[in-house]
């Protein structure tokens, strides 16, 4: 059984940093596209970001593009999201997923059949 475990969530002030990992059990993590989403209060999970299997592509929001940062690291079967200069509306629950099947980063939450339990991020302003 492969599960995706986030950490690294908590409480930064609008211009700050945080890093978010992702680390997965199992030995085939390297197979896996993976993908961050996030879920704003009152609001449905989004896309926000994806990695390929190599992590040679990468694909963002335009809202978070040149602030965050999709990386992997296949020898420790861990995903990051290294997310700077913070806003306010970047405050949500953070997810990672694993696409297991698929051919390209994809946007579609169908896409991702695993997922993790999820980290909080909230940003003051």
């Known amino acids: 059984q492969v599960t995706l475990v986030e950490s690294g969530g908590g409480l930064v002030q609008a211009g700050g940093s945080l890093r978010l990992s992702c680390a997965a059990s199992?030995?085939?993590?390297?197979?896996?596209?993976m993908g961050w989403f996030r879920q704003a209060p009152g609001k449905g999970r989004k896309f926000v970001g994806g990695?390929?299997?190599?992590?040679?592509?990468?694909k963002y929001i335009d809202s978070v593009k040149g602030r965050f940062t999709i990386s992997r690291d296949n020898a420790k079967n861990t995903v990051y999201l290294q997310m700077n200069s913070l806003k306010a509306e970047d405050t949500a629950v953070y997810y990672c997923?694993?696409?297991?099947?698929?051919?390209?980063?994809?946007?579609?939450?169908?896409?991702?059949?695993?997922w993790g339990q999820g980290t909080q991020v909230t940003v003051s302003s």
């Open positions: 997923a694993a696409d297991r099947l698929g051919i390209g980063v994809a946007s579609s939450q169908s896409r991702y059949d695993l």
């Open positions: 990695v390929s299997q190599t992590g040679d592509i990468t």
């Open positions: 199992g030995r085939t993590f390297r197979a896996y596209i």
